[in-house]
Structure formats: structure tokens, C-alpha cells
């Protein structure tokens, strides 16, 4: 696994917009390099690429960016505006694209922007890939352009909403419908705030839509799965049934239930999986990250339904559910992966099966979605300007010391963003003062040395 990239993180290349590396000259380059290099590892002509974004105001200056990029190595380019993340991953299927492109920065605010991209297959691209895609964003690719005969041309998808909606409506159990449900849906004014509204209504629900009025500068202000306080006061001031919170680009969920209080990414994936094994559909087991609860890992012990852990971000879930041949996998922020159904994060379609099972079973959210007493768990973050605080001898003999304490009654996670200049500490054990004492400990080492 490669590990030494120069502009990916987890979840591809990030930063504030019309700043490097989020320039119009470097999506340029980008898209450019990644033409040159799916090329090569094909082995095969390449014809087509599916740019999707999500409601940033960058994201002209960027979609125009990479098109122009794709066009000069002589790429059709299919533009389909803004669609979810996983849209883009199923229709670059779907068109026999070669590459999908989507530009978002998640749940980041708006002042930033990000590339994501997916191979031929609707899944992300590996490290190794991205690795040598960063070789040649740096070069002079000049002598790989096409003559001018060759070159790609632009287009737009203008049905591209609709074939997502249908794709989406196809994984409700068929013959059922929402009819009796009450939910708030809250789109983050992101990438799903006219799909997401729809699939629900045409499904039956009572749809009540927030954070669906995107103006370019609001996503994730105040709304969706990272900032749900509005949406909690909705659920309860409207006495729905439950609440549905996106992210800016719509692969992740987070729910509300009707007392307002939230149910995690692990309570849902637990939920999911306990249910596909009751109707015989689990393959394998469940991958989640180092991040999920402790509690859930127990629980699902006790359902003897098998566990494994991953890095931190849905690509490396994503590629050990593939590996293991696992069905289910996600992580506690939100990203849910059914591999029944798609390749990468979506919330809306977990959404959709969470949303089953709570109108089968006719019983409140908070009684069907709770499934295990979560063990406290505490994550704090330190941000830093610059170097690496983790290599500081003083910051790792604040780990040594706190593991060593922990022993077999807990566990410690001292990470880096891999989207942001912060230091995530999480602990996590039956006692909450005695974890809060680990974190706090470490958090200040490390605010010392940054």
C-alpha cells in the first residue's frame, strides 16, 4: 500500500478552494495525468469520463478545469452536475466510462473543494494508482497530447438525477412503500438536495425537507450528517418518525430518531447486518474502521457475526470487503457500504434499507435502531500549523504510557487526518472519567508539540 502520496489522502485530493492544490491549473494537470495513467493501465484506448460535483461555488471553476483536461487527451467528457458521490460511481458504469470524477470536499465547508476518482468498475482508485497519477501531475505531458483531430468534447447529462433516482428506488424491497412514515430529511444544501427529497416522496413517505436550498456558499453549514442539531429540533417539533441527515456529497447517513437523539454509522451497520443474516443474505461478516465502538464489536460477537477492522476511510473498507468477500462494511461516521447493491458510500440507499426495516417492523426508530449499549468513547482533535507532532519523543511516550494503562480494558487511536492538519486522539473503555483522563493527557503532549 502506498503511503507516501503527495497530494491524496483518504479520500482523494483536498483542499481550499483556489488555493494549491485546489487550483483550475492543477485540476487540469490532474485530470490530464489520470488520462495518461488509466490509459496505461488498461492497456486499452480510453473514450469517456463522467464528471459529477456537488453544490460548491468551485465547482464550475474546477469541472470546467478538469473537462478541459479530459478534452486535451482526447477523453469524451459526460458532465452531469450535481449528483451524489455514488451517482457518479454508478453511472460511470452504467455509461461504460472509463473514469468517474467527483468534486466535492464531503462535509468540509465550502470554502473547500475535492477530486475523488473512480476506475471503469464504480470503485475508488487504489493507492498504487493515485500514487503514479501523482508522478505525472508534476511532468510535462505535452508529448502525449493527442493531434488536434483527436481531441475529446464536453456534453451534459441532463437526465442524470433521474437514472439515480430509479437506480436507488430499485433497492426498496419490491412492492413495499414508506406509506405511514414521517421523515425529515436533511440534505446538507449538498449534492442530494432535490434526489434525495424526490426518491422518499415517490416512495410514499411524508417528506419534510431541510438544508435542501443549496446558494453555492452553504453546504454543510448548519445542516446534514456532521451538524445535526436542526435536524433533531425538527424531528421532534414535527413528531416524525424519524430523521435522515446526508452529507455534502451524500455518502454518508446519520439518523434521528423520533426522540431526537442520534443513532450512529456502527448502530446502523449493525442493524443492517444482523438483518441480512436473519434473512440468510449476510456474506461473511462486517468491516468497519479502528473508529467504531467497542460495544459494537462485542455485540456482534455475541450474534457470532465475524469482525474485522480497517484504516480509517471507506476506500480501505471498501477494498478489505472486496478481498474478504464481505458484504456489508461502513464506518461510524456515516459511510455505509452495501456490497449487494454499489461500490463506495451512500447514504441515501442505506437510508432506504434502514427505512424498510423500521415500516416492516411498525415499532418506533429508537426501539428498531439501538442495538447495543455503545462503550464510552471520547475523541478530541488538536490541530497543528505545520511539521509532524506524532514523531516528538514526548508525544510517544504520552501513548506508550497511556496503552500501558489501558491494557486489555480498552482501546487507544492516535491518528492524523488524512484531510485536514489535525491529530485525532480517541479512547474508548468501560470507564468515561478514566478514558477522558487518557485523551486529555495525550491531547495536551501534543498541543506542546505542535
Not at 434525495?196 to 411524508?206: K, N, R
Not at 491529530?423 to 503532549?445: Q, S
Request: glycine fraction near 10%.
Amino acid at each position: 500500500m502506498a503511503t507516501d502520496k503527495k497530494y491524496f489522502g483518504t479520500d482523494g485530493i483536498r483542499g481550499t478552494a483556489n488555493a494549491f492544490p485546489m487550483t483550475a491549473d492543477m485540476a487540469l494537470k490532474v485530470a490530464m495525468a489520470t488520462a495518461h495513467v488509466m490509459r496505461g493501465s488498461t492497456g486499452k484506448a480510453m473514450n469517456r469520463v463522467v464528471i459529477g460535483k456537488d453544490t460548491r461555488l468551485s465547482g464550475y471553476m474546477l469541472e470546467q478545469a478538469m473537462a478541459s483536461g479530459f478534452v486535451a487527451m482526447g477523453m469524451e467528457v459526460v458532465l452531469t452536475g450535481p449528483v451524489p458521490t455514488p451517482a457518479v460511481a454508478r453511472l460511470t458504469g452504467s455509461l461504460r466510462a472509463d473514469i468517474g470524477v467527483m468534486i466535492s470536499a464531503s462535509h468540509n465547508p465550502y470554502q473547500d473543494n475535492g477530486i475523488k476518482l473512480f476506475g471503469a468498475d464504480g470503485y475508488k482508485l487504489s493507492d498504487e494508482l493515485e500514487h503514479e497519477i501523482e508522478e505525472f501531475i508534476d511532468q510535462d505531458l505535452t508529448q502525449h497530447l493527442p493531434p488536434g483531430d483527436k481531441l475529446g468534447k464536453a456534453s451534459r447529462l441532463d437526465d442524470a438525477p433521474g437514472r439515480y433516482v430509479e437506480y436507488i428506488k430499485r433497492s426498496f424491497p419490491a412492492g413495499k412503500t414508506l406509506e405511514g412514515l414521517k421523515i425529515v430529511i436533511d440534505c446538507a444544501h449538498g449534492a442530494a438536495y432535490r434526489i434525495a427529497p424526490q426518491v422518499l416522496w415517490e416512495l410514499e413517505a411524508e417528506v419534510i425537507k431541510i438544508g435542501a436550498s443549496p446558494n453555492g456558499r452553504n453546504i454543510n453549514d448548519g445542516y446534514g450528517a456532521t451538524a445535526i442539531q436542526n435536524l433533531q429540533k425538527e424531528v421532534v417539533e414535527q413528531k416524525a418518525d424519524i430523521g435522515i441527515a446526508l452529507d455534502g456529497d451524500a455518502d454518508r447517513l446519520i439518523v434521528v430518531d423520533e426522540k431526537g437523539e442520534i443513532i450512529d454509522g456502527d448502530q446502523l451497520l449493525t442493524l443492517l447486518a444482523v438483518e441480512k443474516k436473519k434473512q440468510g443474505f449476510l456474506q461473511g461478516g462486517v468491516v468497519a474502521t479502528v473508529m467504531s465502538n467497542l460495544g459494537m464489536e462485542r455485540f456482534l460477537g455475541e450474534q457470532n457475526i465475524p469482525f474485522t477492522r480497517t484504516p480509517v476511510g471507506d476506500r480501505y473498507v471498501v477494498e478489505e470487503m472486496r478481498s474478504s468477500g464481505f458484504n456489508i462494511g461502513g464506518e461510524q461516521s456515516g459511510h455505509i457500504i452495501l456490497g449487494d447493491f454499489g461500490t463506495t458510500g451512500d447514504g441515501l440507499l442505506a437510508a432506504l434499507q434502514v427505512l424498510a426495516i423500521v415500516s416492516e417492523r411498525g415499532e418506533p426508530t429508537s426501539q428498531v435502531c439501538r442495538m447495543f449499549e455503545p462503550v464510552p468513547q471520547l475523541l478530541k482533535n488538536v490541530r497543528y500549523a505545520s511539521g509532524n507532532p506524532l514523531g516528538e519523543e514526548s508525544v510517544k511516550s504520552a501513548i506508550e504510557r497511556a496503552e500501558a494503562k489501558l491494557a486489555n480494558n480498552g482501546r487507544l487511536l492516535v491518528r492524523p487526518s488524512g484531510t485536514e492538519p489535525l491529530i485525532r486522539v480517541m479512547a474508548e473503555g468501560d470507564d468515561p472519567d478514566f478514558i477522558e483522563e487518557i485523551v486529555d493527557n495525550i491531547c495536551t503532549e501534543i498541543t506542546k508539540a505542535a
